[in-house]
């Protein structure tokens, strides 16, 4: 007796033929839709690998694609607060000297100050173990008044600092010059590989506790959010230095910028962003030549990162009878591209020697120094 319960699935099966291996493959051959999924998919898989192991890049800056657009000046002089006789003496201008090799570099900006006429005090701040009565007496040729202060050491035991920057955390003694006899109660701090070409005396009415201009890269990130401790405004406050020096212990930023970086993490969202032309770093000729040139009439500061034309490899000094041949092997390096920059340091260390030749004179090194008059090369 048939099983019935079988039986009724039969007619179902009455046509199944199965299926012959073919070249010994079971699967039934994909129909054109199924291969093109399989073939979007692979696609798209390929894409996913490829995005995530793209290196990250910032987007373009505006400033890449420069266009000469505007038609106005970068201030407004009848709308800048006036500042009063006592305000004036509270502000200064301040530089650093950690080297004897940059103390040529402090006599030209010292130069440079005096022909834009600031009105603001000019003060050199230095490491007195670092620096030699001769660097001393040179620096301050030009007009800087010297404050030696006490060296900050980089925190962490300088773990990760690029060699060169160990002494910037002693900028940090910018903010306890509220303590001078005479306090400062504004300051515009300038590295001393620069040159002032405007009078840069506005900043002083600026009413914000800390400004300074982008930081720029030639190559990646290239115009950046963050800014260069080049050239700052601040407000000299020692209770805020007790803060700055608290937050060394606990600040997270990357080392090897030193105090520009640990800067950057303290007045992360209060700094106010000056424009370029505060902070002429010669990495803004390299990446955007149209934003440099645009840039030249209103240029208040011309800062020599990329090169320096009065060290070698922008670190070891250069002897004072050796700077003519600096400046002029500094001018044809980087394919030349600095060559106007470099000379105009050049011209105005020379003018420097002419002018200051007087106080030169009294300092000791220049015993062996060729005299001023004589060495225009
Ligand atoms: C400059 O500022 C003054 C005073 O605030 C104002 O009257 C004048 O219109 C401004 N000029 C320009 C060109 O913006
Ligand atoms: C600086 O002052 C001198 C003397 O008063 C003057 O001749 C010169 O033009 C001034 N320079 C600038 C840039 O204002």
Redesign the pocket.
């Known amino acids: 007796m048939p099983n019935m319960r079988l039986a009724r699935y039969l007619p179902r099966y009455r046509n199944y033929i199965p299926l012959e291996p073919r070249d010994g493959l079971l699967l039934p051959k994909p129909t054109l839709l199924q291969a093109c999924f399989a073939g979007v998919f692979a696609f798209s898989l390929l894409l996913n690998i490829i995005h995530f192991f793209r290196p990250i890049r910032t987007l373009p800056s505006p400033l890449d694609d420069y266009q000469q657009l505007k038609r106005y000046p970068m201030l407004n002089q009848s709308a800048i607060p006036p500042l009063s006789e006592d305000d004036w003496r509270g502000a200064a201008i301040v530089t650093t000297l950690y080297s004897d090799s940059y103390a040529p570099a402090v006599a030209t900006l010292g130069h440079s100050l005096q ?3 600031t009105s603001a005090r000019m003060i050199m701040m230095y490491i007195p173990s670092q620096i030699s009565p001769e660097a001393l007496c040179l620096a301050t040729a030009s007009g800087f008044v010297a404050h030696p202060v006490e060296r900050i050491a980089p925190p962490g035991s300088g773990r990760g600092i690029r060699k060169q920057f160990v002494d910037q955390y002693t900028k940090l003694r910018l903010w306890t010059l509220d303590t001078l006899s005479e306090p400062v109660r504004r300051a515009v701090y300038i590295d001393s590989d620069t040159l002032v070409l405007h ?1 840069l005396d506005e900043l002083f009415a600026l009413p914000y506790a800390f400004a300074a201009g982008p930081d720029v890269w030639a190559g990646d990130p290239g115009f950046t959010l963050a800014f260069n401790a080049g050239v700052l405004f601040l407000r000299p406050d020692s209770a805020l230095f007790g803060s700055l020096v608290a937050a060394l212990g606990v600040a997270r930023y990357p080392p090897a910028f030193a105090e520009q970086a640990f800067l950057n993490q303290f007045f992360a969202t209060d700094v106010l962003r000056l424009p370029l032309a505060y902070n002429g770093n010669l990495a803004i000729k390299q990446r955007a030549p149209k934003v440099w040139e645009s840039l030249q009439d209103e240029l208040r500061v011309l800062h020599y990162t990329v090169n320096k034309p009065f060290l070698y490899d922008s670190s070891r000094p250069v002897p004072l009878d050796r700077l003519a041949d600096r400046v002029r092997e500094s001018a044809e390096e980087y394919k030349g591209v600095f060559r106007e920059e470099m000379l105009m340091w050049g011209d105005m260390w020379r003018e420097t020697r002419r002018v200051y030749s007087d106080k030169l004179r009294e300092c000791m090194i220049f015993s062996s120094f060729p005299d001023p008059e004589n060495d225009e090369r």
Do not use: F, K, Y
Request: a neutral charge; glycine letters at 0%.
């Open positions: 022909l834009v006429n009078s």
